[in-house]
């Protein structure tokens, strides 16, 4: 949540016309964790009509507000162009075709039902957030007018007002010409107004937070689909690194020395000074970090064929601090797995591209992919030569060279044996590949599109979502249907399908695959930080003597 953010009425609105109306639009301009007489999970709104009321994000289970744009706040999908209106970057809310190939509108196209409205869309409030399907707009009985400062409305001067007389006095009207960016960080938040005395000046309604502006009589912003915006407060983020991550890692393993596990009160101070520079890397929820990543049976499997089988492949949806994952296999069947909860590792990272690893400025010598997604291998005898997972995997290069296995960016490089030497080790993957037979699985919201529940389709393709993350998407074909559909594998930790009978994926070299881990920096401070004192020692000897563990 950022102030700015342009809000309706909610799902769990009870104050009458509060707001002036259904559609009535008004501005974030405080929230609850900033402030220490507004409860926290609410927002100070300020309605376009000039009334400030207080208003639950969350706040005891309740939701009170829908974002109508965000594009306010700076929000911009980066090369994503919109196929409606042709705009080269999307501002705001990205709305992605669910059944067409590399399709995208802007909240304007989609609103003015651009593209077939009988195609499934899903909905990315941001670049780091999880995309949500939302409903066939074909199946939205009514859509709402947005109403308030937009084009045609009559305005005066409202709270953050600044600019002494320019409008020509308190209590003045002008005419509201044209909504347009402020600057280059904030997208539709200036409102351009005809005055009486005939000049033309520019305001704020919504940068920063501010609205210098109030609504005398309201104008028509356009309709939207009140089912499909996002819930103020249940936007879910994600992790992000941000720049200075190599500083700050090399700072944290400075920090974590044997003073750390020594004196209460130097320990306490470490922790403060490791948290305050990992405030400066990380945002969203530190257990998302595995979120996506696709993960086979490990080195302390005793779970039987809960799995599917040797080979057989799931995908994490969830990860705690406490050392555990939720797994969904392929198959549908889902559960909690061991990450070092009890020094136990159940599973090893098969493919940690869908979980948006990318490693942006190395290239694959052998299939010439520019960047290459997942784990990268680095030959430790060629100068300069780099694999990617897939080419790996599929013994490109000679396989008499030992390479080293980079996990991460910036990770620390772990030497693995030849794959000549791997043979006995080398296992078939399984799972919702090409050639899978698949049906609607766990994630599944885009209503009758396989033809109905029980209806069984075959898996085309696989391929990255965009440039979000690598091998995460799955292309199906469905027996009545002459399009194939996008679904996600992965992508941002939604599993939309499920095999009826498995395809086969990669035969991986089991022994040079990373264990699962809590491996990120801000994990591992978060687990360090929700430790009681007298747990801290053995908590710290224990990753430190993690030879896979890297800052």
């Known amino acids: 949540m950022e102030v700015g953010l342009r809000v309706v009425r909610g799902p769990d609105w009870k104050y009458g016309e509060q707001d002036g109306g259904e559609g009535h639009v008004g501005t974030v301009v405080e929230l609850g964790e900033d402030s220490t007489s507004v409860p926290d999970d609410c927002v100070v709104v300020l ?194 690194k941000r720049d200075g991550s190599g500083l700050a890692a090399a700072l944290a393993l400075g920090l974590l020395g044997e003073s750390l596990l020594s004196r209460p009160l130097q320990r306490m101070l470490v922790m403060h000074q490791m948290l305050e520079a990992f405030k400066e890397i990380v945002t969203g929820s530190p257990e998302d970090m595995h979120v996506g990543t696709r993960v086979v049976r490990g080195p302390d499997w005793k779970w039987m064929n809960q799995d599917g089988g040797v080979g057989h492949v799931g995908t994490v949806v969830k990860a705690t601090p406490e050392q555990t994952v939720t797994v969904v296999w392929d198959s549908g069947d889902s559960n909690v797995y061991r990450i070092g909860k009890d020094n136990m590792f159940d599973l090893l990272v098969y493919d940690n591209a869908p979980c948006g690893v990318v490693h942006s400025t190395v290239k694959c010598d052998e299939c010439k992919t520019d960047a290459i997604r997942g784990i990268r291998w680095k030959c430790s005898e060629c100068e300069n030569y780099d694999l990617c997972h897939v080419c790996y995997m599929t013994d490109k290069h000679t396989r008499y060279h030992k390479f080293y296995r980079i996990d991460w960016p910036d990770d620390k490089m772990v030497l693995v044996p030849p794959r000549s030497e791997g043979g006995r080790e080398r296992v078939q993957s399984r799972g919702i590949f090409k050639g899978a037979t698949v049906s609607r699985g766990r994630d599944w919201n885009y209503g009758d599109q396989d033809g109905s529940a029980g209806k069984e389709g075959k898996v085309v393709e696989i391929r990255n979502w965009e440039n979000e993350s690598g091998r995460s998407e799955a292309r199906v074909s469905w027996s009545f249907f002459s399009k194939t559909c996008s679904y996600r594998v992965g992508h941002e930790g939604q599993v939309d399908l499920k095999y009826v009978t498995p395809g086969l994926g990669l035969v991986y070299y089991k022994n040079h695959l990373p264990v699962l881990v809590l491996s990120n920096p801000a994990l591992f401070l978060f687990l360090i930080l929700n430790s009681e004192c007298p747990n801290m020692i053995p908590v710290c000897k224990l990753w430190r003597s993690q030879s896979k563990i890297l800052f």
């Not at 929000?75 to 999307?90: A, L």
């Not at 304007?108 to 399907?133: G, I, N, Q, W």
């Not at 199946?139 to 005066?156: L, Q």
């Open 47 to 240: 309605w376009d009509s000039g009334i400030r009321k207080t208003y639950r994000a969350g706040h005891e289970g309740c939701f009170d507000l829908l974002v109508l744009d965000n594009g306010i706040c700076g929000v911009k999908h980066e090369n994503i162009s919109c196929d409606g209106c042709q705009k080269r970057e999307i501002e705001g809310v990205r709305w992605k075709c669910g059944v067409c190939s590399n399709f995208d509108l802007c909240t304007t196209c989609y609103m003015d039902d651009k593209h077939d409205v009988t195609h499934t869309f899903l909905r990315l409030y941001a670049p780091s957030t999880e995309s949500v399907a939302v409903g066939k707009r074909a199946d939205v009985r009514e859509k709402k007018a947005a109403m308030g400062i937009f084009v045609g409305a009559t305005v005066c001067r409202g709270c953050d007002w600044r600019w002494d007389d320019q409008d020509g006095g308190a209590g003045t009207e002008g005419l509201v010409l044209e909504i347009g960016d402020w600057g280059e960080d904030s997208y539709g938040s200036k409102a351009t107004v005809l005055w009486p005395s005939l000049s033309i000046k520019n305001y704020r309604i919504g940068h920063d937070g501010d609205v210098d502006l109030r609504c005398i009589k309201p104008s028509k912003g356009g309709n939207y689909y009140k089912e499909h915006l996002a819930v103020l407060g249940k936007m879910k983020g994600r992790l992000k």
